[in-house]
């Protein structure tokens, strides 16, 4: 009897000694086509707010770029040109040439149409800032590039 009475409050006791087990699967549900209310404008202006601060650092200017080239476009030539200045302003000359190699890659196979442009609306800043472009260094060829003996003639 005591053997009845010792098994039957075990198992009323058992369950409420043992951590409760969630057995509720729930899902959820990420939406990543979310729409920007933001404007081009906007945009632009808050891309060229953001390299134009006075306190920017090599790190941020680096930050910056990134968060610009994960956009699916190729940046306006003001955003550039801050970008460029902020480059300047950190004395950093192979960021600069880094952000205009990267620019180009951007381009991506409309190259030939885009850079030309982008380049010609920049030589201004370029100019002002001392700033070669990659093609005026050299960097747009293999570092031991020769040409080709078959093309000499």
Excluded at 49 to 62: T, V
Excluded at 102 to 126: F, H, M, S
């Amino acid at each position: 009897m005591f053997r009845n009475a010792l098994f039957k409050a075990q198992t009323l006791i058992k369950p409420a000694l043992q951590p409760a087990v969630s057995r509720n699967i729930a899902t959820t549900t990420q939406f990543l086509s979310k729409h920007s209310t933001e404007t081009d404008e906007q945009f632009d202006q808050r891309y060229e707010k953001y390299f134009n601060q006075s306190d920017i650092d090599g790190w941020d200017i680096r930050a910056g770029i990134t968060d610009l080239w994960g956009h699916d476009l190729v940046p306006e030539p003001r955003i550039l040109s801050a970008a460029l200045k902020a480059c300047r302003r950190v004395n950093d000359f192979a960021l600069a040439v880094r952000i205009l190699e990267a620019v180009k890659d951007k381009c991506g196979n409309k190259e030939k149409e885009i850079y030309p442009w982008i380049i010609q609306e920049l030589r201004p800043t370029l100019n002002e800032l001392g700033i070669n472009t990659p093609e005026e260094l050299g960097y747009d060829k293999p570092e031991l590039y020769t040409q080709s003996v078959y093309d000499m003639y």
